[in-house]
Nanobody, 128 residues
Framework: HVQLVESGGGSVQAGGSLRLSCAVS????????MGWFRQIPGNEREAVAT????????DYGDSVKGRFTISLDNAKNTVYLQMDNMKPNDTATYYC??????????????????????WGQGTQVTVS
């Protein structure tokens, strides 16, 4: 099975930054959608950012545009989420997700969580 391991969560002050990492194992890295989702208890998971590994097409949730950046390290099979100018409303559990997807270059991955078959365990982010 595809395995995803998140790291980099923690507590920061408003206006600060964090970088989340997701190491991917046993996945068709070059034909995959990678996504970051977050969830507050009682709410459904919200798409934060997605990226397609073959071409780098990206998409962002409206609430994080201009503040968060998703990126890839193809040599390490790792996806990152750089979070800058963080706000208290960014407090949530953040999940890395993956789906197999053979698409053309610049494909924009779906933002609905049920499109992603593989999930990490989540990492807590708290902004005070």
């Amino acid at each position: 099975h595809v395995q995803l391991v998140e790291s980099g969560g923690g507590s920061v002050q408003a206006g600060g930054s964090l970088r989340l990492s997701c190491a991917v194992s046993r996945a068709p890295w070059r034909s995959a959608c990678m996504g970051w989702f977050r969830q507050i208890p009682g709410n459904e998971r919200e798409a934060v950012a997605t990226i397609y590994t073959n071409g780098g097409g990206t998409d962002y949730g409206d609430s994080v545009k201009g503040r968060f950046t998703i990126s890839l390290d193809n040599a390490k099979n790792t996806v990152y989420l750089q979070m800058d100018n963080m706000k208290p409303n960014d407090t949530a559990t953040y999940y890395c997700a993956a789906r197999v997807s053979s698409r053309t270059s610049r494909y924009v991955c779906p933002s609905n969580d049920d499109a992603y078959a593989y999930w990490g365990q989540g990492t807590q982010v708290t902004v005070s």
